[in-house]
DNA sequence: CTGAAAGCGCTTACAG
DNA sequence: CTGAAAGCGCTTACAG
């Protein structure tokens, strides 16, 4: 059974003009021939070929997604948010896994996809903002996370380092001295680990305390394991952290684990933060006291930054949009 | 810049014939004409239009995977590996979520993608498979998750029933006799929640322990708050377990932090025993015991039924693949 | 308010 | 080994 907008017009008894009209939802179709469309386009089951339609039009309807990974708890979530976001301007989202390996960020940003999208929303971690901003593909890209070199590029990101300072001063107020950091990162994964490194060290400098680098342990990754094995570390090292500030919060879960294992009590012996609020930390025991960046917000904004884009066909100046946090205190600190 | 087939085909001096021949690899191009060809290609930075493409091929080299929510982790990382075996394909994948409504459910099944897809992966969750077997749209569609009712579709799944039944004998083999389940839910909701629930009954049977209904708890969604719900009712109801099954890893996560509300300790007041293996409950506080679906046996099984349908022009019998499982004893039971 | 026709960029028989 | 040309299904000026 073919059904084509040809096939449409001729059961219907007319042009295939008049049903395109129709399908696209045209005003100025008589009632009448409006009728005797749709009733053709029901019976015949009419769905639009999407690639003739953009090989046309030049748009897809379809925008990409990429993040690191899927399956890290953060991203999930985030991409949850983008899905729903995009649905409002009736958008398909396709996702990308980078592994964060800078050759599968260049590709991303390069544009494989060929005309497949419309637009990009990345989450880079390998690549500088030099790099992302001289990406051979013309369509419309937003950031997403913080950087300090983003070139002329559009963005959306959450302060950072404010929000680490505030977390990292909860735990001052609450009566912690050694505070250690797990997460920090050499520089060109992101900026996410150097910020949020900052506002530690800021914290710690504004109540008077002493940073000490040796309870600073660095993760190349933000799983569970890798903030297991740093705690881990730390505590084997002879440092004696009484609170851990750790850069997410799949590090901060691993690092409770650790913690556990060496027979120390959370809080009690020794308070942990984290950062993202990942559903885990809300039933984790004990709950996890971290930043609660507004995802729906982040998601939002970089959909209505690409729609912008989309619209003016890509002129103006960069966009440059801080999403809202709040720090939610649980009983892990 | 333009840069078509035709753009290249000028600049090399040859036919667009022979640009595409270059493009998609065929064989006999002169190599003095193939350089020349791939030289222009450089200059122009071309990229295929994948619209026109597909218009032509009728195929688009994009396959959905919908499932209920990606935020449920036990899906987020089902889906990270549907999208490493889809690339094996050089498929891309883009992810669908239902929310498990009866009405998006409907709309992925019809195939609103337009001719956007090549083929479908669907975890469904409210739809029934002769529902699901009256779909308007032709593409082929890979069922995954446990059903009852499967029709003449090809899917993948689990034996529920078996490793429901295995992980349930291992708590009665550790001395456990008043052993609650939750997670049930009403048969609509896809049969995974009624095939653990079969399971659970079968090993009490064969160990000689009465069936009580009262020790079974329903949680219409199985996220962590619903299992922390549904393990509070559980315990103020006046049934004393000493080991609770429950049909995923989420709700378990959620049912220790209930235990742990009420002053209880896992696994020596009860034990706790969950299903799906979410990263999370290798690292939670205790380590949670549960079943190991092959997740990624699943999503490569799932993408070679997809190709295996692309090849054949969707023709032959439904295949019903079985991944494989074990169970892995950690420190809740 | 409706129709006939061009053209989006590609692939693919068909010739040569 | 290479070229000229048709056609995939749609949208959109252009006529009427």
Redesign the interface.
Known sequence: MRNRLKDVAERAGVSVKTVSNVVNGYAHVRPETRARVEEALAEL?Y?????????RSGR?G?IALAVP???I?YF??L??HV?DAAATHDW??????TGGVPERERVVAD?V????IDGLIFSPLALTGAELARR??PRPMVLLGERDDHGPLDHVAVDNVAAAREITTHLIASGRRRIAAIGAQRATSGASASMRLTGYKQALAAEGIRFDPRRVASAANW???DG?TAMARLLESGVRPDAVFCFNDTLA??A??AL?EHGLRVPDDVAVAGFDDI??G????P?LTTVVPDKAEIARLAVELLAKRLATGSDGAPAELTAGYRVDLRESA
Chains 1, 2 share one sequence.
Do not use: C, K, W, Y
Not at 113 to 116: N, P, S, V
């Open positions: 089951n769905r639009p070929n999407l690639s003739a339609r953009s090989l897809t379809v990974e899927l399956d708890p999930a979530e991409a949850r899905v398909t989202v396709l996702i990308d896994q544009g996809r060929g005309q497949l051979a593909d799983h569970r394991a297991a879960l691993g409770m684990r556990h559903e885990d809300r039933f984790s025991v709950t």
